[in-house]
T-cell receptor, first 113, second 115 residues
Framework: QKEVEQDPGPLSVPEGAIVSLNCTYS??????FMWYRQYSRKGPELLMY????GNKEDGRFTAQVDKSSKYISLFIRDSQPSDSATYLC?????????????FGKGTLLTVNP | DAGVIQSPRHEVTEMGQEVTLRCKPI?????LFWYRQTMMRGLELLIY????????DSGMPEDRFSAKMPNASFSTLKIQPSEPRDSAVYFC?????????????FGPGTRLTVT
């Protein structure tokens, strides 16, 4: 079993739709959870960052973490064509001496005008 | 801030040749990471440095790969000899560490093709 599983998609939605992206993980030691967005032929950029369980909202984006189920989600409200990108989840088990991030393979999202 | 700078942006080389990828991290960031991205394996961490010292190189695929960070503003990833299976996009990222453990800033990547 891979440490982080993410449905690669592709996912295609109409403009204005609510998008749900998800990752599951197996390592219960993960405490830091991130979502990165990667446009075509660009480097990933940090979109959302959460610690432990709970929700975090930033504009149209909401990140949810359910540690009991080892499941994280990213919701995009009122999706826009500019949201078309690959979304990668990432996780880390400690802020101490270990700064390794484990990434999902990414979900390709297309928002159609 | 100029962000993380990588060079070259594209590299095409023949099997057996030496390849050197270069990275300049964001000033003030004390962590530097090298990643490789392929369709099959996704984004994989190869090695990371803290204050110019290699901390974890367990992701380096084999002895053909080596990385150095001679100072806080420069790092190299070298492949010698290169093989077709090394074809991938290589990213450099930097971070302040601490509570910002997940806030990594990626460069634009180097697209390597080994023929």
């Amino acid at each position: 079993q891979k440490e982080v599983e993410q449905d690669p998609g592709p996912l295609s939605v109409p403009e204005g739709a609510i998008v749900s992206l998800n990752c599951t993980y197996s390592n219960s030691a993960f405490q830091y959870f991130m979502w990165y967005r990667q446009y075509s032929r660009k480097g990933p950029e940090l979109l959302m960052y959460t610690y432990s369980s709970g929700n975090k909202e930033d504009g149209r984006f909401t990140a949810q973490v359910d540690k009991s189920s080892k499941y994280i989600s990213l919701f995009i409200r009122d999706s826009q064509p500019s949201d078309s990108a690959t979304y990668l989840c990432a996780m880390s088990d400690s802020g101490g001496s270990n700064y390794k991030l484990t990434f999902g393979k990414g979900t390709l999202l297309t928002v159609n005008p | 801030d100029a962000g993380v700078i990588q060079s070259p942006r594209h590299e095409v080389t023949e099997m057996g040749q030496e390849v050197t990828l270069r990275c300049k991290p964001i000033s003030g960031h004390d962590y530097l990471f090298w990643y490789r991205q392929t369709m099959m394996r996704g984004l994989e961490l190869l090695i990371y440095f803290n204050n110019n010292v290699p901390i974890d190189d367990s992701g380096m695929p084999e002895d053909r790969f080596s990385a150095k960070m001679p100072n806080a503003s420069f790092s190299t990833l070298k492949i010698q000899p290169s093989e077709p299976r090394d074809s991938a996009v290589y990213f450099c990222a930097s971070s302040r560490g601490g509570t910002a453990v997940g806030e990594q800033y990626f460069g634009p990547g180097t697209r390597l093709t080994v023929t």
